[in-house]
């Protein structure tokens, strides 16, 4: 099993609205080096979700993958914000997987708090510039952050 990083934005889409659901489609993934991590992903897989443009940018809670990747509808859609009129449905772009929500970390783990451990010193995520939506996870690192919460 492997693990991995989502950032999303809680405005647009935030773990409350994965634990209502229960489990949803992680669409939209725009970026060549995020989408081939999406394609790593395997069912079972567990996920940290980090809520990113936010005050506190910080890991906010645990879900984890249901399907593997296959194509993102949105790519075909017209009016959709994350169309693109490049891809074709015999040669898609774009992928996605369902997430389904695990739980709540109390308290979340902070960028800065992330940063601070050895753990990620290594990690794309606390460098300056990232933009990555997708970071894969070391098992170290899954371990140092379940280690500081507590799953709600």
């Known amino acids: 099993?492997?693990?991995?990083?989502?950032?999303?934005?809680p405005e647009a889409f935030s773990l409350d609205d994965l634990k209502a659901r229960g489990q949803e489609p992680w669409d939209g993934i725009r970026n060549y080096q995020a989408r081939n991590f999406l394609r790593q992903m395997?069912?079972?897989?567990?996920?940290?979700?980090y809520h990113s443009r936010v005050a506190t940018p910080a890991i906010?809670?645990?879900?984890?993958?249901v399907t593997?990747?296959?194509?993102?509808?949105?790519?075909?859609?017209?009016?959709?914000?994350?169309?693109d009129a490049?891809?074709?449905?015999?040669?898609?772009?774009?992928?996605?997987?369902?997430?389904?929500?695990?739980?709540?970390?109390?308290?979340?783990v902070s960028l800065e708090t992330l940063r601070e451990m050895p753990e990620f010193s290594d990690n794309p995520l606390v460098r300056k510039g990232n933009r990555l939506s997708i970071v894969p996870?070391?098992?170290?690192?899954w371990q140092a952050v379940l280690a500081?919460?507590?799953l709600v």
Do not use: N
């Open 42 to 49: 395997r069912r079972g897989d567990e996920v940290f979700i």
């Open 60 to 65: 906010v809670g645990l879900g984890r993958i």
């Open 1 to 9: 099993m492997a693990h991995w990083l989502l950032k999303t934005e």
């Open 86 to 108: 490049a891809s074709r449905p015999d040669a898609p772009r774009w992928d996605l997987v369902d997430i389904a929500y695990l739980a709540h970390c109390q308290p979340p």
């Open 137 to 141: 996870i070391s098992e170290s690192e």
């Open 148 to 150: 500081r919460v507590t």
């Open 68 to 83: 593997e990747a296959h194509p993102d509808p949105t790519q075909f859609d017209p009016q959709s914000h994350y169309y």
